[in-house]
């Protein structure tokens, strides 16, 4: 074999190390700069979803200064009450989560009758090791914080970051089009002009799209699973349907993460087990309902994406970012695939992010654009 022949042929392994290298420092680099990156996608993607209602209000001779001030305020104003009003109720379950847990462990010891005897045998045996080491030195064991020491303890970070994201979504919304503006002229081409305005007017679009679409769908969703919950019963509905709601926003994982805590509760509060699984188990049916018919149904074909790679993009995303990572999962992956979709060498990527139903000739397939005689305006209609 000639030496330029064994060079090509090993052109491929040093270009699949290479890339295998770059996507473990893009995963590591993500996973140690998370306090800052998890703000910075979750203002992102806000101003994805509002930045239509910027430019309509732009239309009607509101400034995007003040439409965004505006906006941000009402926000705010909407997340405060509805902390105001779980506040008193989740502050009341954090303090009964140890008692919740012993109760649990109780009911889980009584039902299995079978093991007393050999429960039993072992606490007899457990009290005989204890009488004969009497003399020997006592371990001390020092016990961590509790649960609602620990969510006290994070409130300087959720803070923080809660300021970070008002504060820039606040920015990239009364930037209006700026920041697209700069990229744009980081392109040496008129086409690759065109094309970054594309994709990133198809994003937004997409993004907005689903992002409302889901929060809607969500939003229902919390409020029929509290008047569920009302009807049987359940310990604070409006707690527990708006965990059921929030959670929602990471597809499958959310809705089991829901059934299990629901589960917890339930087996605490009630005399039997069949009376605490009632509430889980209707809960469990709704979600199911809700996320493989009404949601796809709703989207269409269109919005759709493969179950797969979203199960394990919730998986990663989660694992990088914790709970943010898990609810962000599906916005970025549909980011993705707009992207993806018109960058002709990422076509096998896309396909790998589609769902099975996809349906091509609803989507308008990539085509080079033509430059026109003027190329004053870089923007579609309804960009600024």
């Given amino acids: 074999m000639s030496p330029i022949s064994e060079r090509e042929s090993q ?17 590591y680099t993500l996973y140690l700069a998370s306090d800052v990156l998890v703000p910075i996608a979750f203002a992102i993607l806000l101003n994805q979803l509002l930045s239509p209602l910027v430019r309509r209000m732009d239309r009607i001779g509101i400034v995007p200064r003040i439409s965004a001030a505006m906006i941000m305020l009402a926000l705010v104003g909407l997340v405060g009450l ?31 009758g079978r093991f ?31 649960i ?25 919304l009364a930037s209006g089009d700026g920041m697209l503006r700069r990229l744009t002229q980081c392109a040496r081409s008129w086409t690759s002009r065109r094309r970054i305005v594309t994709i990133a007017r198809e994003i937004q679009n997409d993004l907005s799209v689903y992002l409302g679409t889901v929060t809607i769908i969500n939003i229902s969703l919390g409020a029929l699973a509290a008047g569920i919950l009302y009807l049987l019963e359940f310990p604070n509905p409006v707690l527990w349907g708006t965990m059921i709601g929030a959670l929602n926003f990471a597809p499958y994982v959310g809705a089991v993460v829901s059934t299990l805590v629901l589960t917890v509760v339930g087996l605490t509060n009630y005399e039997t087990v069949g009376q605490g699984l009632t509430a889980p188990i209707a809960i469990f049916i709704l979600t199911t309902l809700e996320g ?17 790679m979203v199960f394990i993009s919730v998986l990663i995303w989660g694992w990088l970012w914790g709970v943010a990572g898990a609810l962000m999962a599906v916005p970025i992956m549909t980011s993705m695939k707009v992207w993806c979709d018109h960058m002709p060498a990422q076509q096998h990527l896309s396909s790998f992010l589609r769902s099975d139903n996809w349906q091509g000739h609803n989507k308008r397939p990539y085509r080079q654009p033509r430059k026109p005689k003027s190329t004053t305006n870089m923007y579609p209609e309804g960009g600024r």
């Avoid at 269409?300 to 797969?308: A, D, H, K």
């Fill in 11 to 27: 052109t491929p392994v040093w270009a699949g190390a290479t890339v295998g290298l770059f996507v473990l420092a893009v995963g």
């Fill in 82 to 112: 509805a902390i105001a009003t779980l506040a008193e109720p989740a502050e009341q379950w954090l303090a009964e989560v140890p008692k919740t847990v012993r109760e649990l462990k109780s009911q889980m010891i009584e039902t299995k």
């Fill in 116 to 146: 007393a005897e050999i429960q039993e045998l072992a606490e007899e045996v457990e009290e005989i090791a204890s009488v004969e080491s009497s003399n020997a030195p006592q371990s001390v064991i020092v016990e961590g914080p509790g």
């Fill in 148 to 172: 609602l020491e620990g969510v006290l303890g994070g409130l300087p970070y959720i803070i923080t970051g809660a300021a970070v994201v008002i504060f820039l979504t606040y920015f990239l």
């Fill in 292 to 308: 493989q018919v009404i949601t796809p149904s709703i989207l269409g074909s269109r919005m759709s994406l493969n179950p797969t």
